[in-house]
């Protein structure tokens, strides 16, 4: 096809997509990509408007369901400004290409899509994009240091957004970490656990998926059990977040300190990841190393602070400290440790987590329903 004739195509596809908004975008100017993402749009049963250039994709960036963005095109999205939105994926082929990550957190993309290997993946998100459906908010929580309070601040969350009448969904997602069921007390809960998903790859239905996690304290919660299964996939936990992000309006994941391919997912995903260390040096200079390993892989890191502070050092002189901004600090709470022991969830009664909770929340939650988000 002549460059004439692309951009003709290019141009018609434009206007149509100002009548029918529930089109997916691609963004290339690669013509054997885009052809190839034609041919897997014919296999899912949807139309793609294709524009070549990043800055003719402002017109027709904020109302497409996905947004599949070449790598020929990503720094060129950055620098004409396009604002960061939901469902966007960089697609490439070059596998030993690490930039493309950078490019594609600068882009905001929930995804790297490599071709040919993730073919099975993009027919599934392409035919996903039908349904235009909201999406509900995704935050991760990562500690700063071992017992850092990670998990305690995710079950809060969780518990903040029943709070707002929010359907919730907390993914543990962290295999070292015992299982976040029992932080709940409802490790005899009935429902699938991560060796039951283990193998999930492509499209995950969200209303199965909900149907068949455990509840507690109508909190869905999907946990490890205590087996030996020790790492979920990529694959696997790219489709249950993309599931639960459909059947959730609030889906809070539990990360381990230690980077793997199904946290880089997560962190991807991600609308909001906080960072949680205790007020001491030595939990800086370990939040530090953390935070390196990550700040590349997700659009939002923030740190909380967790009181008392032996060395009187104040949070937002931690926060300093780390280069990131502070999200908030909560004091300490009497008999949170003893509670913990009895299975009684933190953050669901009333007190500094529950209060700290809820403002984080409240917070992520109007970033995204301001103008331009």
Not at 8 to 25: F, I
Request: charged residues 20%; hydrophobic residues 50%; glycine residues 12%.
């Amino acid at each position: 096809m002549s460059d004439i004739a692309r951009s003709d195509t290019a141009r018609s596809q434009m206007a149509a997509v100002s009548e029918d908004p529930g089109r997916t975008l691609v963004v290339s100017a690669d013509e054997g990509l885009v052809d190839d993402l034609l041919r897997l749009a014919s296999a899912a049963s949807v139309e793609l408007v294709v524009v070549p250039e990043a800055g003719a994709a402002r017109g027709t960036w904020g109302g497409a369901p996905l947004v599949l963005v070449g790598d020929d095109q990503a720094a060129a999205v950055i620098d004409v400004g396009l604002p960061r939105r939901r469902g966007v994926v960089v697609v490439g082929r070059a596998l030993d290409d690490p930039a493309i990550w950078q490019r594609a957190v600068s882009v905001g993309a929930e995804q790297v899509a490599f071709l040919p290997e993730a073919e099975g993946w993009l027919v599934d998100r392409l035919a996903d994009s039908a349904d235009v459906g909201a999406t509900g908010l995704v935050l991760c929580v990562v500690g700063g240091r071992g017992g850092g309070g990670a998990t305690t601040l995710a079950a809060a969350l969780a518990f903040a957004g029943l709070r707002r009448r929010m359907r919730t969904l907390l993914v543990d997602a962290d295999p070292l970490g015992g299982g976040i069921d029992l932080v709940l007390g409802g490790e005899d809960a009935p429902g699938l656990r991560w060796p039951d998903l283990a193998s999930a790859r492509g499209r995950v239905a969200p209303s199965a998926l909900s149907a068949s996690l455990p509840e507690v304290d109508a909190l869905t919660v999907l946990s490890w059990d205590r087996g030996d299964l020790l790492e979920v996939g990529a694959d696997a936990i790219s489709s249950v977040l993309a599931a639960g992000a459909k059947a959730a309006d609030l889906v809070v994941v539990d990360l381990p300190r230690r980077t793997d391919p199904a946290a880089e997912v997560a962190l991807a995903m991600a609308d909001r990841c906080f960072l949680v260390l205790p007020a001491e040096l030595r939990a800086i200079a370990s939040a530090g190393r953390v935070a390196s390993g990550i700040a590349g892989l997700t659009s939002d890191l923030r740190v909380v602070v967790r009181g008392p502070a032996p060395s009187a050092l104040d949070a937002e002189v931690v926060a300093q400290a780390l280069g990131l901004p502070l999200a908030g600090r909560c004091r300490p709470e009497p008999g949170l440790a003893s509670a913990l022991e009895r299975g009684d969830p933190p953050g669901r009664t009333r007190g500094p987590l529950a209060t700290l909770a809820d403002a984080l929340l409240a917070d992520v939650a109007g970033s995204r329903s301001a103008p331009g988000s």
